[in-house]
């Protein structure tokens, strides 16, 4: 059975916890902790979603005006944050990346190619399939990753 979920799916940890695992991976590389960078998570953390560096960028200004975060900031702590499993992203190619928060259930992705819309789903069949698949291959599989590239309802309205 197919489970959409066009919402984000709640994070496994919690805030606090992750907290303590980003200031131990800025600390083991040797950077500061920074209140930009905490509020970069702490968006990640409490936004749903899937954001371009762009779109995180201007959430950040929208919901911290007051504090002076560059997008070079962004970018910096986003493949931070992605070398460590933090945050996962999807790649659209030439036009970048989307992130969304790397510790929450397994899901799946279908994408728009059109609005880059991305829509989370969950199916048991695929799931074991897969894992029957590695099996038959010899394979002891670790981790996965399922992108379906298509066009959304709304936008193949908008074609007719």
Not at 102 to 123: Q, R, S, W
Request: hydrophobic share 35%; net charge positive; with cysteine.
């Amino acid at each position: 059975m197919i489970q959409e979920n066009t919402v984000t799916t709640a994070p496994l940890i919690s805030y606090e916890t992750l907290l303590a695992q980003f200031k131990q991976l800025l600390r083991s590389s040797n950077l500061k902790f920074t209140k930009q960078r905490e509020v970069i998570l702490s968006t990640l953390y409490s936004h749903t979603g899937h954001f371009t560096p762009e779109e995180l960028y201007q959430l950040i200004k929208q919901d911290f005006p007051e504090l002076n975060t560059g997008i070079a900031t962004v970018y910096r702590t986003l493949s931070l944050l992605e070398s460590a499993g933090i945050v996962t992203s999807i790649s659209f190619g030439t036009q970048g990346k989307k992130y969304e928060l790397g510790v929450k259930a397994h899901h799946d992705h279908i994408i728009c190619t059109k609005c880059g819309k991305i829509l989370e789903f969950f199916d048991e069949a695929i799931e074991k399939r897969q894992a029957r698949i590695a099996k038959d291959f010899g394979f002891i599989m670790e981790d996965h990753s399922l992108k379906i590239f298509g066009i959304c309802p709304e936008c193949q309205k908008k074609k007719s």
